[in-house]
């Protein structure tokens, strides 16, 4: 069985197939992590990916264009992260309901739009989907080449989004601040900084990123729209960054072990792999929590995360 | 250096937070260049009144002038930008960030939005020489001692190039001689051109580096008076509104010392840092005798005193109390064998959330006659709170009140009163006066000699020198994890603990 | 006259009850369809539906529906025996439909789809047309009626191409688009060159993996040609457009019993239109699933109902 | 207007409307109760959903396979097999936090997916009833189902045993050393082990009651409404149980009045479909909308 699994076809189909799971989950968990850094949890990621895939798919249908679709999405997903930023700074909302409500509420509102605009079909419109595009030369690297510079944009910038927002937090006065509202509130309130401005940017920013997430599911995986789309790639999201240790490249970590014990799974049972299938579809989650346990022992997220600030507390 | 001119003017400044009004109708002024002490019990409303100064509260009602011009300053950005700094008797710094990171928090720069760490590092280079503050910029907050977080502090408000400063308590956590090195700094900045508030509740301090002080008690002001004509027993009872004794006698009926209580052997401990922190450190305490830990802060007392009582894994070493080896033994097991535990920070000690009843019976809820069957009696826990309440003069309105509503006296007041009320043979307490004005201190004091006339034993650990030559039987030095000394309070002077406490000494 | 009569009299009224939605592109949106189509084939007929309902609702949403007088009640959730059977018994005079249940009572027919007979055509297809002998079949949740159509399927495939090897992937759900997708996907990347969706609205996501890798595939419960007009050869229908409305004109002709309804290939549980995709399918091909689908139809020719039960039973006796 | 009349017509107008309320209701309420504990001592348990199942599966598993018990002992034995099971998958999470410090809300969140799995397992494999056609377990054995305690109702006997647990953990957290120590670690852990206070045990048995409580709504939804183990048979309660411990500010009577409220909600919001026509996907966003309200109105107080 060792020989089926080691082929080169086996294995540029395993990355590809894993870097297709993960990066909806990780264009989320960069997002998420965010809003967390900054003090704010968003349990509506599921939620906000959903109505990213929708309002993704109708941008792109309406407009004919893929890059108007994202942005939609992108910003539908802002102005839900936005209304989390409402709830939990301005309304000082308990951030876990909030989220969940924010989830229930958007499974609902894309369900209803989608029918409201498209109707209910039999035959689902659709759109064609984002092209791979092949790096020259590097797409010459054997083995790996051919698959991992064989993606499509949002793959490519998602990847180089992680050395931005890891310098962003290193080097910037944007990073800083956000970690020092998440960690510390009354600090940063006391050195001059505006603690629900930045945690406006920081959830919003978390919701474009979530937004973009879903509108791949619909763009760039499906080139369609339906209500199941993404099903528990929020949660997921939400696991990563903790198990990511809020910090980018972790997280990196994080969704590619996820993705690559997904993608695994499903090549080990088109093996005939000798368990029932339930148990080859826990794998990832076996293995999500196996690591955790090796690994990942003894991390706390941002002091702050999820209490809302109030400067007469002190 | 120009005097006369005021650069802020307080006038009838009101502000009340749900019941209690902590500023009542407060005029005060700053002039330039003076150093103005403001005094006052706990819960007097001094922090109250410079947060608003500050911009963190809005005042109810009262107008703030800053250099002749009235201005509305709603957050700290514009208190800043108006060149006031305040250190916060809180410290407002993030742990998890470097030392330089919380300088340049919230400062814009030419290249932003990128940082000029470069550049910063370089400034603060220049501020730590001019006033003789040393830190390391690349050390992370939660690595730094007490001491060290407040030089941090103050070299966030030097950075932004304040012109007015205002020091929260700034020495209730540092040694004399730290003190004296941040007096000298405060005269450097004074010498400056800037003018400087400092909240204290000793009045030594008060008395050697104020010009003018501002004397509050329950909200209002009572007095403002020139320091040089002033004395120390006028400002205590400005304060307290009654006379206040000054140095406690531990002579007075002075038991022989009993058995030894707690016995120390080569006590090994690691700190969060991950560093050795108490280095073979031995020592016994008797029964009806204090012994005293003086030191910096940051040498290893707080590891200690973990160690001691359960909190902190013991790397080697052996600690013994009455007989019974409790090396590594669970907090649990260490209080269930006679040991009282005053822990250096009262929050880490209370609930907030939970009723006086509640926190009196945090140590022995789950023994009878608080509970039984594992269901707690309510009755008992009331009626015991209540004795206690009254027995230690805790001030309450009643046994019910939440504990986070009762002032830092108070509250230190319950730890004291649950961690003594059931029967110890030993007591541990961590800086159990720190923060507390003169007329808590002076019974926290007096409870401790009470205790030692009464046979227990007690370690106190402290930074205060005062504190420790008039209460302790004998002196223990701790410097970087060790014991430097020891000393009875007979042989005991300021200078030779001063110079252990350096690492210079014996 | 009698034909004021007809339009005077109270109209009958039909309610349809589904867990999931009415547009999953799969095993709902059929039911719906065909309730739509009673609206349509029927005159005087009253539709009404629930939607999404979990299965601790379906009782309720059932005896909602009887208490307000309804007359013929469908629940479309085959897992929902004791709903069924709780209100159809509370409730005699109402009749009741139950798609692809197990029990039947004097007023609760059971509808039963019969798509292994369209499945073992759709395995003639993928035996005869696959060149690297290789097929998948990207099955939702492993239960009888999948299970019947993927033996069914497997069965095909054996009968004309002896050595073709078929994958087999169940993902668990029948509704995750993703997951549907990723198995396609390994299987593809396995060699596979025609896929079988074996399921419901997660075939959407195997349908569009397989234009994506340009792959040949089969869909299923309705006609999924337009999900991915350019591969899906044809689709293993089920018939619920077309046996839910034939039931209940049996109901309206006063000739409905407490029966199992098989729906054969002749009542709707056929292979789909081949659509534009014809001609990808050798002409051969097409001959001998006609001529197979007319041995079935004229009885010569048995394909068995392999249930999963009888198949976990004889695993466990030759264990 | 015509749709809000049937929302609360449908929960509190008649008695099989109120029935079906308290029938949603309780598995809301013990699920909520778990959360509720577990909140309480500051682990954030999102795992309320997987012990369900896991309390489902035991009390099935005993309901249908131990046989000859008369129903005084079967019935009781079922439903403790309930809670057991819930407890285990609850104390999995407490044990790997506090003794290897893992973080909960990753270790409950993938604990939940790994249980629904194996009930569908089960379900489709060895507890499969052979002589069904379709997917589901056999019959539990009457002795194992919680009487009907409303006639012509679904109201049954599972409800009631909720409304007593939430009595039952109100003096567990106000009257007893364990609730007083779960309360006192999620207030604040330092003081906690300052007053002697065993952590890490606290956070254990906390996980074992919170689990519990959860794994019961599974067994009453299993031995009180299904009387078998069928897929899906908690659509999401854990989840929402999370909401309603919140919305009934971690208190345990308070918690009672959400889960009703949401029952209420749910089931009219589903009967709105009938009565008014309004389509699910309006119904889920008045359901979001009203988590979402209530998540910023009642909840000033316990976050400071
Ligand atoms: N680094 C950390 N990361 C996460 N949690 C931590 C960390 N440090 C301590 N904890 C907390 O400590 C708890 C366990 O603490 P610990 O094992 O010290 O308890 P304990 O009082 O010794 O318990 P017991 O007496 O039952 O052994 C965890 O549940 C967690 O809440
Ligand atoms: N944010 C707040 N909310 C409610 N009450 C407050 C708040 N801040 C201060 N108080 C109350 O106002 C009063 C004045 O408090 P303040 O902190 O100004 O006293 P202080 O003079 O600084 O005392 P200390 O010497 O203990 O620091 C106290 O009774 C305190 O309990
Ligand atoms: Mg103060
Ligand atoms: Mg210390």
Redesign the interface.
Known sequence: MLDEILTVTFLTGFLAATLRIMTPILIAALGEMFAERAGVLNLGIEGIMIIGSFAGFAGAYFTGSLLLGFVTGALAGALLGLAMGVLSIRLKANQIVAGLGIWILCQGLASFLNRGIFGVVSVRPSVSILPAISLPLLNQVPLLGETLFNQNIVVYLTLLAVPVFTFIFRRTSWGLSIDAVGEEPHAADAAGISVSRVRYIAVTFGGLMAGLGGAYLSLALFGLYTDDLSTGLGWMAIVVVVFGKWRPWWIVGGALIFGAANALQYRLQALDFPLPYQFLLMIPFIVTLVIVVIFGRGQKGPSALAAPYERSEL | MQRDAVVVSMEGITKS?GGTTANDDISFCLEAGEIHGLLGENGAGKTTLM?IL?G??RPDSGCILVNQVERNIT???EA?ALGIG?V?Q????????TVL??V??????AR????DREGARQRLGELSATYQLDVDPEAYIWQLSVGDRQRVEIL?ALYRDVSILILDEPTSVLTPQEAEELFAMIRVCVNRGMSVIFITHKLEEAMSITDRVTVLRDGRVVATRVTSETTKAELARLMVGREVLFRLSNDAARSPAGPVALEVERLRAISDRGVLAVRDVSFQVHGGEIVGIAGVDGNGQTELVQAL?G?RPVESGRVVVDGVDLTNA???R???QGVG?I?EDF????????TLV?NLA??L??TPPF?RW???N?EVMRQSAQQVIARYDVRTPHERVKARTLSGGNKQKVVIA?ETSRAIKLLIAAHPTRGLDIGAEEYIRGLLLELRNAGIAILLVSTKLDEILSLCDRILVIEKGRLMGEMARSEADIEKIGLLMAGTGA | TAQEDETDAEPIRVALVLDNAIDDQGWNQAGYEGLLAIEEQFENVEIAFSEEIPIPDMERALRDYASQGYDFIILHSSIAKDAAINTATDYPEIMFLWTDGDTTMDNLAVIRPLAHEASYLAGLIAGSMTETGIIGMVGGIDIPSTHRSYEGFVMGVAEVNADAQVLVNWIGSFLDVSAGNEAAMSQVEAGADIIFGNGDGQNIGVLRACEETETLCIGAVRDQYDVAPSVVLTSVGWGFETGIPLVFGDYLEGKFEGQFYEINLEEGADLMPYHENEELIPEEVRELVEEKRQEIIDGDLEIPVIDFAEEMEEEEETD | MQAYGALVYSAFGSVNGFAETMVKACPLLLAGLGVTVAFRARFWNIGAEGQIYAGGIMAAVVGIYITGLPAVVHLPLTVLAGAVGGALWGLVPGYLKARLKVNEVITTLMLNYVIILLAGYLIHGPMRDRASGITISPQLLQTAWLPTVIPRTRFHAGILLALALAVVVYWLLERTVLGFQIRTVGENERAARVAGVRVGRTIILTMIVSGALAGLAGAAEVAGLQHRLVDEFSPGYGFLAVAVALLGNLHPIGVVFASVLFAALLNGADAMQRAASVPVPVIFVIEGLVIVLVSARFFRQRSG
């Open positions: 937070f947060n500050y963190l509260h957050s700290p950005h800043i305040m916060h809180h410290f407002m710094q993030v742990p998890t960030l990171d919380n340049i928090l919230g400062l814009r720069n932003e939005p990128l940082l966030k009582t909190l669970a907090p649990q260490i209080l269930r535990h822990p929050d880490d000690a209370l609930v907030g959330a939970f509640e945090l140590d809820h789950y509970s594992g269901v707690l309510r649950r």
